[in-house]
């Protein structure tokens, strides 16, 4: 009987004398989305685009003003599927100062290059160099996309392209 009293108490005696439990604080939200959006360029860096796409989602649903997220989920999914999704964000992008307006621009040009809409990709390398001068992503992109066009008998790319070639080799800084 001493036993069971002794018992009963100890273990309210232990229960007060335990700290009280935290209650969980409020999650920053800049501080999660940048959390998600760290996993979805691990994910990406790791090619697996179709989680990085998730991620990269649940970072911009925390911070959607967070335009460089927006680019790399644009990115990811154009590898996985969703290239007319792509290019509207994208687009909507492109106008945006830089880095962003840049890499958005640089997105939509690779994006029509591999659709093989060599007019697009034509026209985002030439928004991307006036904007950038010195770009020479850019440059070189666009010496590969009137290629393309060239190669289905446009002879107006191909003079461009020459052109272009030209004045990259007689003013490297042009």
Known sequence: MRLCVGIVLVVPALALAAPAAKKPAKSDP????AEQAA???AWAVAGRCDEAVKA????VALQPKNPVVQV???????KTGGA???????TALADEAPPTGLLALQELG???LQSGDFVGAVDAYDKLLAKAPTNVYARMALLDAPKGLSDA?????QARRLALAKKMKTHPKA
């Open 30 to 33: 800049k501080k999660a989305a």
């Open 72 to 78: 790399r989920l644009a990115h990811c999914l154009a």
């Open 110 to 112: 690779d994006l029509a």
């Open 84 to 90: 007319a999704e792509a290019k509207e964000m994208l």
């Open 39 to 41: 996993r979805g360029d």
């Open 153 to 157: 008998c446009y002879a107006k790319a």
């Open 56 to 59: 990269y989602r649940a970072s």
